[in-house]
């Protein structure tokens, strides 16, 4: 079993939650299709030595405080135009938003406790502090998305929360050795373990979600969507780890 498989196994046996079989084989081929990058040791290599500098790390975690604000905003986005409730979509991906928006709030008291020697201007500081969307300020949209687009999210959100997790697990130790403030170290390892947690729960009910779709017919669908996003998701990784590098996107996307 490949290691992304081992991930979510690992989570639901720690959650006591029934594995999601047919969604893991449908991963694991996808992953050896693939092959994407952050699976592979030259990867945590890189990401060791790229966070090795402190204040490069730090701004790190800026941006994943913004990210998590903006995940947050495409889904309150999606659920304005979410067609009908049939997969109880509009609770589950309010849910998710809602976690999202306090991992932000994470990162930021990261950012403030782990790295507080670092400082950044505070006029960004503010916009970070308040850029994530309320929840209540969904607008129901009178263009609803298709079906296929909400296959396309679900697994493109699996997918993304899969590479987000393993992002973790590779934080968590850095994380901690950068943390010089020893009254904070315990608290270090609980938001970690915390976001850790929540990202796997992520990639759980969109895996359970997969398996219902799956079970409805969207089997091929699934598969092509799964190459999609791994490749894109792992584009998207070389070039955050190796900038300097080209990493093409061919015209003929699948
Ligand atoms: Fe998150
Ligand atoms: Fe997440």
Not at 6 to 21: A, E, F, G, Q, S
Not at 217 to 223: A, M
Request: charged share 25%.
């Amino acid at each position: 079993m490949s290691i992304l498989c081992d991930l979510v196994v690992h989570w639901c046996t720690i959650n006591n939650k029934k594995i999601p079989c047919s969604y893991l084989t449908m991963l694991e081929s996808a992953s050896e299709r693939i092959a994407p990058s952050f699976v592979t040791f030259e990867y945590g290599e890189r990401f060791r030595e790229i966070t090795s500098n402190r204040q490069h790390f730090a701004i790190q975690q800026i941006n994943s405080a913004v990210e998590e604000a903006s995940g947050a905003e495409r889904l309150i986005h999606l659920i304005g135009e979410l067609p009908q409730n049939e997969l109880g979509l509009e609770m589950k991906f309010r849910k998710h938003a809602k976690e999202e928006i306090f991992h932000h709030s994470l990162f930021v008291e990261l950012f403030d406790n782990v790295f507080f020697d670092i400082k950044i201007d505070e006029e960004l500081r503010d916009q970070v502090v308040n850029c994530p969307p309320n929840l209540e300020a969904v607008t129901h949209s009178n263009i609803k998305v298709t079906q296929n687009r909400i296959l396309e999210e679900i697994v493109q959100i699996n997918i993304g929360e899969i590479r987000n997790l393993v992002q973790l697990k590779l934080s968590k130790p850095v994380v901690i050795a950068h943390c010089w403030d020893e009254s904070y170290l315990h608290r270090c390892d609980e938001v970690m373990d915390r976001l850790i947690h929540d990202e796997g729960g992520h990639i759980y009910y969109t895996a359970i979600l997969i398996e219902r779709l799956i079970d409805a017919g969207f089997q091929n669908d699934i598969v092509a969507l799964m190459d999609e996003a791994f490749y894109l998701f792992d584009i998207e990784a070389k070039r955050f780890m190796w900038p300097m590098e080209e990493h093409y996107m061919p015209n003929n996307t699948m």
